[in-house]
């Protein structure tokens, strides 16, 4: 086990990769050395060293400390389109790739030290994901009359009211276009956060759940997601999308949108 402190693993396994792959990724965007030195706290150098390498061996270096890569490539890929406006952002998302690491999930649940399950870490986890969501083309198209929801409960969860979701809908505005009516709230969604929780109990990891209209699902093959559906009497019959990778879950649905829109 990796002896180092909390915020020691994150400045010392976690950040460095997190700058080497934005390095890469704004580099290729057409940024200067001299520009990226000063927005990501090191030397011109070390910005040649970082760029000198593929991004995706990046990636590979934090799936070797147990950050799923899908997960690991969406935080980084929405850095590298934030950083530049929001310098903050290179802690929160090191931040929120420490809490996906094995370092992580083998500490206490309740550890006070470890920088990366705070509320606003599990906030901007969110946001990350539902800001991807929604800019899906043809997300309308498998969206549910009723509406629809993003719930996320990250492992350990032991109640709906630490399940992340929106405490309205994700709706369809005429003509094709979907709005995330309400904010991220803990205990914002009832029934796609409940789903969330069963997963994330059942899997011991964090759990992202997304709810479609439920014969978009039928006979499309998908990977990395589970499906559960829930019909009622007289209500339209709505699936859920379930993984514990967010990157994985929005492949899923970027699929079913592809294919009904």
């Known amino acids: 086990m990796d002896r180092l402190q909390p915020q020691e693993y994150v400045a010392k396994r976690i950040l460095p990769l997190a700058r080497a792959y934005v390095a890469?990724?704004?580099r290729a965007r057409g940024y200067s050395q001299?520009?990226?030195a000063r927005l990501l706290g090191v030397t011109q150098p070390m910005i040649y060293k970082y760029t000198r390498v593929e991004p995706s061996q990046y990636l590979e270096k934090l799936g070797g400390?147990?950050?799923p890569v899908g997960a690991a490539?969406?935080?980084l890929e929405e850095l590298c389109d934030r950083l530049p406006e929001e310098p903050s952002m290179l802690a929160v998302a090191a931040n929120i790739l420490a809490h996906e690491s094995s370092y992580c999930s083998r500490r206490p649940r309740e550890c006070s030290m470890v920088l990366c399950r705070g509320k606003t870490l599990i906030e901007e986890a969110y946001w990350i994901v539902l800001r991807r969501l929604l800019s899906t083309p043809g997300l309308h198209s498998i969206i549910p009359e009723v509406g629809s929801n993003l719930a996320y409960a990250p492992k350990g969860a032991e109640s709906l009211g630490e399940?992340?979701?929106?405490?309205?809908?994700?709706i369809r505005v005429r003509p094709n276009r979907v709005l995330a009516a309400g904010r991220?709230?803990?205990g914002g969604s009832t029934h796609t956060?409940?789903?969330a929780l069963k997963y994330a109990r059942q899997w011991g990891s964090d759990a992202w759940a997304f709810a479609v209209r439920a014969p978009v699902v039928a006979r499309v093959p998908l990977e990395g997601v589970a499906l559960e559906t829930e019909e009622g009497e007289g209500r339209e019959p709505v699936a859920y999308l379930v993984s514990s990778d967010p990157q994985a879950l929005l492949e899923a649905v970027r699929r079913l949108a592809l294919l009904h829109v």
């Open 24 to 26: 890469s990724c704004l």
């Open 34 to 36: 001299h520009r990226l």
């Open 65 to 67: 400390l147990g950050v």
């Open 73 to 75: 490539k969406l935080v």
């Open 163 to 170: 399940v992340m979701g929106l405490d309205g809908r994700i």
């Open 184 to 186: 991220p709230v803990p």
């Open 193 to 195: 956060g409940r789903v």
